[in-house]
């Protein structure tokens, strides 16, 4: 298990979670505190990264997402919007950045193209969000948004864990 924090340079936030990883999956057990509130969520992935479900809590209010590889639910219904999605990205932590960065194996130099389905924080709204990954060293990543001119550099460690996010995350020692 590896337990981690994250200080949400934006969001003016703070993120512990830990990660453990076995032969039946991966499972994201955090807290995030920030402005919007205390918000908590478990993530759960199957041993090769893909996405499975997301159970989020926000306050008094929560939200459930699942995937099958095919089929999206969100709070139980199912969203078609979604369907190009293969992981979500929750918009205050840098965690799910780890999802695509180790399911999609690029080597340095290659660039996808990917689908995620976006969590904004604290409307608990989904939406699809177009996006493109490029490895560019051994550890570092452009992200890049493919509905906007955002983009950044982001560092990783030996696990695919964020380090850096500029502008946006740091990682902090514990």
């Known amino acids: 298990m590896i337990v981690l924090s994250w ?4 969001s003016n936030s703070r993120e512990t979670c830990s990660v453990s990883e076995s032969e039946d999956g991966i499972r994201v ?3 995030v505190d920030g ?3 205390h918000c908590t969520y478990t993530l759960i992935a199957d041993d090769r990264w893909e996405f499975r479900s997301l159970a989020l809590v926000l306050g008094s209010r929560s939200l459930r997402i ?7 639910t969100v709070d139980s219904r199912q969203r078609r919007d979604l369907e190009a999605a293969r992981e979500v990205d929750i918009a205050i ?13 690029l ?3 290659e660039s996808v193209d990917i689908t995620t389905a976006y969590v904004a924080v604290p409307d608990l709204t989904v939406v699809a969000d177009p996006q493109r990954y490029t490895r560019l060293a051994d550890r570092e990543y452009r992200y890049e948004s493919r509905d ?9 460690d030996e696990h695919g864990l964020v ?4 502008g946006l995350f740091a990682r902090t020692a514990r």
């Open 66 to 72: 699942e995937c099958d590889g095919a089929e999206w």
């Open 148 to 156: 906007s001119t955002f983009e950044r550099v982001i560092t990783v």
């Open 107 to 109: 080597a340095i130099g």
């Open 93 to 105: 932590s840098p965690l799910t950045n780890t999802l695509p960065v180790r399911r999609l194996g």
């Open 163 to 166: 380090v850096t996010y500029p």
């Open 29 to 31: 057990e955090s807290i």
């Open 7 to 10: 200080d949400g340079l934006e």
């Open 35 to 37: 402005t919007f509130g």
